[in-house]
């Protein structure tokens, strides 16, 4: 049975002005009239699978095929597949009590190729709905921030924003996640990160104006509705990814540049930048849901529906995952890379909007945390097969790509060794546990593990 074809949309600016919207392409009369860049929303692949709930709560996965014969799946190709709406407590908190379809990660002709993953194993940990859960440290362990501990983040950050430009990864943006597709938003991002880094002090004043009206027009440019509205499903994952990537290295620049003017347009984008990464996350834990494509987009075949370099809908390549792999090396490589460049992405967000507003006003609450990877050399592997064999090695002392709780990253200092963990996991350690303390676990010293009251 061929998926439903969907509408089209109204476009962005129609939709936040609540204005009919005609629909034309390239741009629909309201936005040529305005002169504003219309864009529309991207619409979601339809699942492989439906998720249905019973009375008592239990979800089992149902193929689309084997509907057609009901009148709601006639309706459905009518009119396309609607997006139920669920809280954020709901979406980012459901749990699945049945293993997802498509069962084994292990291939006969994936052996000697990349990572090896055992045929009871049905997705990886990466991959389950659980894994996009936020958590939250007990109130008897929340963490006293020192202001070196804050700086030296600070200080990191703008290391890695410089790593970008310069070697074109850092440690939240993947050296392979935009490898074929480049979104508008990072294109922008990029570019504006490029003249910043160079300015001279009789340019200055003009390059920050320029900084500024790139983060106005990227607010201004997405639909920016509550948390459990419409905009998580305005927009596909990378979309959510790669504006929410933008934003914060926009944020960052003007934050820490020290103009009065700068720093009050960069408090605004905080206001945005912790909604955007929590949509960021209801979208991937609704692709995980829902066992849809992922919009990893590094190859030139395939059909379907992604995104292409404009930031628009395009051919979907043949690199997107269905979640229930058959576990080719590439495949489960691409995903971790997507899956983790969304986790780490988040924490540099909560990371941000706690910083700054300790530095500035003494506290600041904890928006959560999420289970990311911290293996040291699987974020650098270049190849599906580097990082298989990483992950071999990590099995031989005991980790293996097992999760990082990062709401009790202070577990790490007694269950891992400095040298096991890469320059990420050490900054998100130095930030929540203190500088000294870290420097002291680093050297080999003895000392006792405790959260700071």
């Known amino acids: 049975m061929q998926r439903p074809v ?11 002005a609540k204005r009919k919207c005609d629909k034309r392409t390239p741009s629909c009369t309201r936005c040529m009239r305005k002169k504003f860049t219309c864009r529309y929303p991207a619409p979601r692949m339809a699942p492989l699978y439906d998720i249905l709930y019973a009375e008592d709560g239990a979800m089992s ?5 084997t509907y057609g014969t009901s009148e709601m799946d006639a309706q459905a190709e009518r009119e396309g597949r609607e997006t139920v709406q669920e809280s954020p407590h709901d979406r980012l908190h459901s749990e699945s009590s049945q293993p997802s379809p498509g069962g084994v990660l292990s291939r006969p002709d994936a052996a000697g190729i990349g990572p090896s993953f055992d045929s009871h194993y049905d997705t990886p940990w990466f991959l389950t709905p659980s894994s996009w859960e936020l958590a939250h440290a007990p109130r008897s362990e929340c963490l006293s921030f020192g202001e070196d501990s804050l700086m030296c983040f600070v200080n990191t950050l703008q290391d890695w924003l410089g790593q970008w430009t310069s070697q074109g990864h850092c440690a939240f943006i993947h050296r392979h996640l935009y490898h074929a597709n480049l979104p508008l938003p990072i294109q922008d991002a990029y570019t504006t990160l490029t ?13 920050l ?8 027009n990227l607010v201004q440019s997405q639909p920016l509705e509550p948390v459990d509205g419409i905009a998580t499903v305005m927009l596909d994952t990378t979309q959510h990814l790669a504006r929410t990537q933008a934003l914060i290295i926009y944020t960052t620049l ?15 984008g905080l206001e945005v930048l912790l909604p955007w990464a929590y949509q960021l996350l209801q979208s991937a834990s609704l692709d995980t849901c829902c066992q849809a494509a992922w919009g990893i987009s590094q190859r030139d075949e395939g059909h379907g529906g992604g995104v292409t370099s404009d930031g628009m809908t395009g051919p979907v390549t043949s690199n997107q995952l269905i979640l229930g792999t058959d576990g080719d090396p590439e495949l489960v490589w691409g995903a971790w890379v997507f899956a983790e460049s969304i986790r780490r992405t988040y924490l540099i967000v909560v990371l941000l909007v706690t910083a700054y507003p ?18 040291k050399g699987l974020w650098d592997a270049p190849s599906p097969y580097v990082w298989g064999k990483i992950i071999e090695t990590a099995k031989e002392k005991g980790t293996g790509l097992a999760p990082i709780r990062s709401h009790r990253i202070h577990d790490v200092l007694g269950d891992r060794k400095p040298g096991d963990l890469d320059d990420f996991t050490h900054a998100l ?9 870290v420097e ?9 593990v405790s959260v700071h009251p």
């Not at 996965?61 to 095929?65: F, I, L, R």
């Not at 880094?197 to 003009?206: F, G, L, S, Y």
């Not at 300790?358 to 928006?367: M, N, Q």
Request: glycine share 10%; aromatic share 6%; charged share 25%.
């Open 6 to 16: 969907q509408k089209r949309l109204a476009c962005v600016f129609c939709t936040r």
């Open 61 to 65: 996965a149902v193929t689309v095929a």
């Open 195 to 207: 003249t910043y880094q160079t300015k001279t002090p009789k340019t200055e004043r003009m390059i």
């Open 209 to 216: 104006r320029i900084v500024k009206n790139r983060v106005s």
């Open 254 to 268: 003007c934050l820490f540049d020290g103009d009065i003017n700068a720093r009050a347009q960069a408090e605004h």
């Open 358 to 375: 300790t530095l500035k006003d003494g506290w600041s609450g904890c928006p959560g945390g999420v289970n990311f990877t911290g293996d």
């Open 429 to 437: 350690l130095i930030v929540t546990m203190g500088l000294e303390l």
């Open 440 to 448: 002291r676990w680093t050297a080999g010293r003895g000392l006792e």
